[in-house]
Structures are given as structure tokens and as C-alpha cells.
């Protein structure tokens, strides 16, 4: 099965699952696949159940997939667990056969401190699986305030300038990814995520990047790369 070759139709997994009293069914069987990294945030626990945070993709045939955007942990007792690689990255890959229990409470606990871990790892690490398109990216934390009764942000657009700011070109990380946009389709694609702890390569001027934390990486990327936008300092300082 090579899940990055299949298309997204969520339609066609909504339609495998059922509700059965707080439990989420597979009718025909079904795979979950996520990060295998999620375990360094404590966004799953791999035992002989798992528990993992509800950002996951889903396929029924290997050929379609939906994904889930939960910023929520899920328990979930799945047939059989495999670690895979999927474009140089481990996942781990839940398979549950026809009938079985995907969801074993759909009562998903209400968590503020997960919080934290997904920014953490989806911001600060720039962390973003290959089943996440732009979209999904920025509006990640948007219903945090359901699920975890924590609004991260006023509204969506400042959901939005803070997700645009790690968005960058597949081709170059000094591109954002906004500027290559050409139509809305291209928002139902992946970006290049930068980790947003990275000074010199979210910083916009020269005088910005020397005065990072990371004093020689700001020197190396302030000689080597263009300002965004100068400051007027620039002129005083670097004549």
C-alpha cells in the first residue's frame, strides 16, 4: 500500500464508519496511519493499546484516505501495529479488520496541557506529516476551544499569519509558501515546514539574524541570503 499515491475523498471514509453507543465501527476495515514521532511529544502511547492524538490519516482501500484533525487523545485497540516508512519518516500504521473498534470512546477527555505538546511539535519543530495539506496546518489549533476548552488565538486569521509563517516553498525554505500560490487549489497541497524556534530562518533582516540566539548560524545566514525587508539600521550599521 503506498498511502502518498492515494487521493483524499473523505466521503468514502465517513461512509466505512458508524457510531455503535460511544464506539466509532469499521464496517469493511480500515488503516490509521500517524507520525512515529508523536511519541517524543507524549502525542501517542504505543502499548497493547494505543493512544494517540486525533491528528491521523485514515484508508479504507489503500487508495483513498480522510484525515482527522482532533487536537484530543483517542484510545484505540487496533488488530495489528506496524512501523513503516513513508517518504524517509517512520509511521506507525494501525490495521482493524471489518467490524472492529476504531474509536473506543468517541467522549474524547478535554486536555489543556496537550496543548502545549502539539504546538510544540507541529510549530516549534515544524513538524508536518505528508497527509496535512496548508489548510489543515492553519487551522490546526482553530478548535481548540472544543476540544480542550483553550482558545489559542482571537480568530482564524491569526491562525492563519501564524501557520503562513512556517509555510514555505518545497523548492526553497527562503520562499513563503503564500507566494507560490496561484490558485485555491493550491491550498489543498503541502508545504515545507520550518521549525518557528529557528531564528535566522524566520527572521527578515540581516540585523535580526545576528542578534539571534544563535549567534554563528545568524552570522552565516545574514551574509549568505538577502534581507525581506531591511531595517533602516541596516544603512547606519552595514555600510
Known amino acids: 500500500m503506498d498511502i502518498t499515491k492515494a487521493t483524499r475523498n473523505p466521503t468514502k471514509v465517513h461512509a466505512d464508519l458508524k457510531a455503535v453507543g460511544n464506539t466509532t465501527v469499521t464496517k469493511g476495515g480500515c488503516w490509521i ?19 494517540v492524538l486525533g491528528c491521523w490519516c485514515i484508508t ?21 501495529i506496524q512501523l513503516v516508512e513513508i517518504n524517509g519518516e517512520d509511521f506507525y500504521q494501525l490495521r482493524f479488520e471489518p467490524g472492529s473498534v476504531v474509536i473506543q ?16 511539535y507541529f510549530y516549534d519543530y515544524g513538524k508536518a506529516p505528508f497527509y496535512m495539506n496548508v489548510i489543515d496546518h492553519a487551522e490546526l489549533l482553530s478548535e481548540t476551544k472544543r476540544w480542550n476548552d483553550l482558545a489559542v488565538f482571537k480568530d482564524q486569521i491569526t491562525h ?10 518545497l523548492k526553497d525554505t ?29 527572521k527578515t533582516s540581516r540585523l535580526a ?25 541596516e544603512q547606519l550599521y552595514m555600510r
Open 209 to 233: 539574524k545576528i542578534a539571534d540566539t544563535e549567534l554563528h548560524r545568524g552570522i552565516r545566514s545574514a551574509l549568505q541570503d538577502d534581507p525581506i525587508r531591511p531595517e533602516p539600521l
Open 160 to 169: 492563519d499569519i501564524y501557520s503562513a509563517q512556517l509555510q514555505r516553498s
Open 105 to 120: 470512546n468517541r467522549f474524547l477527555p478535554c486536555d489543556k496541557k496537550i496543548v502545549y505538546n502539539v504546538m510544540s
Open 33 to 51: 496511519i500517524f507520525p512515529a514521532d508523536y511519541t517524543a511529544k507524549s502525542l501517542a502511547f504505543i502499548t497493547g493499546e494505543v493512544t
Open 60 to 80: 479504507t482501500d489503500g487508495k483513498t484516505y480522510g484525515v482527522s484533525s482532533a487536537t484530543a487523545m483517542m484510545r484505540m485497540i487496533p488488530d495489528d
Open 174 to 202: 527562503g520562499s513563503f509558501y503564500r507566494h507560490t500560490i496561484k490558485s485555491p487549489a493550491d491550498l489543498l497541497k503541502s508545504a515545507q515546514y520550518i521549525p518557528l524556534r529557528d531564528g535566522p530562518a524566520n
